[in-house]
């Protein structure tokens, strides 16, 4: 659902003018080919699926294939086998009962699983959680952290078009400040941009920021602020919450 929002609808989102206002600016990552806006990975750096899961799978598992084809090491006593490791199987051998999972390369049944897998689903409404939807709201964090923008046509199931993508992110890239910056450059986005990270599943997650640094959502929250960061005057009004307000908030977080 996120591959198929539209430009248009993530630059009217990026249009409240209430960002401003809070010294929030933000700005799409583009592909380098066509310049349409990239929204996957902590830099918004992918365009699509099939590239994101290519990009895992040859730097992160280090397994070459048909996206990514070049081995990242290329010492001759390092190149062991033909490439790329994983292809479009064009003689199948097995039977999974998909024909067309058989002839597809992991990182084409890599996207479709991602593509066809339900979103997470929020725990059911309490006070506590309703009082921290609406203080999310007051302080602005739904200003990056959206918590709706609608999907786009899609072929893959008319069940997935035209429909709320409840991921609470603008899949916008923004300067976080010196506190967070990884010195990371990927597409339009510097080492000091990340793409806002989508809360939906979040209090399922085990740990927080984009590596993975503390497994205390409050830390997380405070990391946004830094010398630089967009974030700053939204956590300043986190920081003058009340305990009890502080605390349903982290409540609301928990149950997307």
Known sequence: MVESITDSAILAN?????????????????????????????????????????????VEQGVTNEVFPNERDDTPGCLLNALPEDSTVLNPNSNSGS?????ASDVVNFAAFARL????????????????????????????????IDSGSMFYGTGLTNQPVNAYSDFLIHIMGV???????????????????????????????????????VQAIEAHRSPGSEANQVINSFNQLSGTRAAALIAFLRSL
């Not at 209430?18 to 990975?41: C, E, H, M, V, Y």
């Not at 929020?122 to 200003?143: D, E, R, S, Y």
């Not at 506190?179 to 450059?185: C, E, P």
């Open 14 to 58: 990026a249009a409240n003018p209430q960002k401003f206002a809070l010294g929030i600016s933000g700005q799409p990552n583009r592909s380098g080919n066509d310049g349409t806006i990239t929204r996957f990975g902590w830099k918004a750096q992918n365009k699509s699926l099939v590239i994101f899961a290519g990009e895992a799978y040859n």
């Open 99 to 103: 024909t067309a999972s058989d002839y």
């Open 117 to 148: 897998s339900a979103p997470p689903t929020a725990a059911p409404a309490t006070t506590a959680t309703q009082v921290g939807a609406q203080v999310f709201n007051q302080i602005g964090c739904n200003l990056c952290h959206s918590p709706s």
């Open 179 to 217: 506190g967070l910056a990884d010195q990371v450059t990927q597409g339009l986005a510097n080492g000091m941009q990340f793409r806002t990270a989508p809360l939906w599943g979040v209090g399922q997650r085990i740990f927080f920021l984009h590596d993975g640094r503390t497994s205390d959502l």
